[in-house]
Antibody, heavy 121, light 110 residues
Framework: QVQLQQSGPGLVEPSQTLSLTCAIS??????????WNWIRQSPSRGLEWLGR?????????DYAPSVKSRLTISPDTSGNRFSLQMNSVTPEDTAVYYC???????????WGQGTLVTVSS | QSALTQPPSASGSPGQSVTISCTGT?????????VSWYQQHPGKVPKLMIS???KRPSGVPDRFSGSKSGNTASLTVSGLQPEDEADYYC??????????FGGGTKLTVL
């Protein structure tokens, strides 16, 4: 059974960078049987898929158009984890952020516990 | 505004059946058999209930079923039970390595 454990700050100042990490247990981040995604949820925007990384002969990255210019998702094979970095945040980026396992076509079958990130000074 | 349209609320009495719709376009639901449904109880993490339109992951009761017609997908919960009261979200692959969600439906068991 795959388990995902999130870590990172709950408060970020406007214009700064939001950084979160998701530690994976029960599967390798470099598996070709899963992708590793970030999703956020807020009352105003609902659930929003942000992006993913997955390994298939090489590392691949896909980002939602709405955040593509500000988002970087990175795998860490030595630590078996992956991370999210979103720069130039605004209060509109305030949300609960989730890391998930799965493919876009098949759904997300494992979720991290969620991290409430508030963007405020 | 979410890319997929769901009714804000739905309800039914215990034992009854209820169907929740999820309407997209020919660019997402209409083209791809990649609709998923998630159940989320208050303060909890979403749980995958249906994948690929109608497939139930292991452990999901067979009271939950999914279908699709044209640009609209549906989730049917048969034999409603009190624990089915939750928010339900649909998602669909939207091409170009992108995914969209619905705005969610609050299911009330009367």
């Amino acid at each position: 059974q795959v388990q995902l454990q999130q870590s990172g700050p709950g408060l970020v100042e406007p214009s700064q960078t939001l950084s979160l990490t998701c530690a994976i247990s029960g599967e390798s981040v470099a598996t070709n049987r899963a992708g590793w995604n970030w999703i956020r949820q807020s009352p105003s925007r609902g659930l929003e898929w942000l992006g993913r990384t997955y390994y298939s002969s090489k590392w691949n990255y896909d980002y939602a158009p709405s955040v593509k210019s500000r988002l970087t998702i990175s795998p860490d094979t030595s630590g078996n984890r992956f991370s999210l970095q979103m720069n130039s945040v605004t209060p509109e980026d305030t949300a609960v952020y989730y890391c998930t396992r799965g493919f876009l076509s098949f759904g997300f079958d494992s979720w991290g516990q969620g991290t409430l990130v508030t963007v405020s000074s | 505004q979410s890319a997929l349209t769901q009714p804000p609320s739905a309800s039914g009495s215990p034992g009854q059946s209820v169907t929740i719709s999820c309407t997209g376009t020919s660019s997402d639901i209409g083209t791809y058999n990649s609709v998923s449904w998630y159940q989320q109880h208050p303060g909890k993490v979403p749980k995958l209930m249906i994948s690929e339109v109608s497939k139930r992951p292991s452990g999901v009761p067979d009271r939950f079923s999914g279908s699709k017609s044209g640009n609209t997908a549906s989730l049917t919960v048969s034999g409603l039970q009190p624990e089915d009261e939750a928010d339900y979200y649909c998602s669909s692959y939207a091409g170009n390595n992108n995914l969209v969600f619905g705005g969610g439906t609050k299911l009330t068991v009367l």
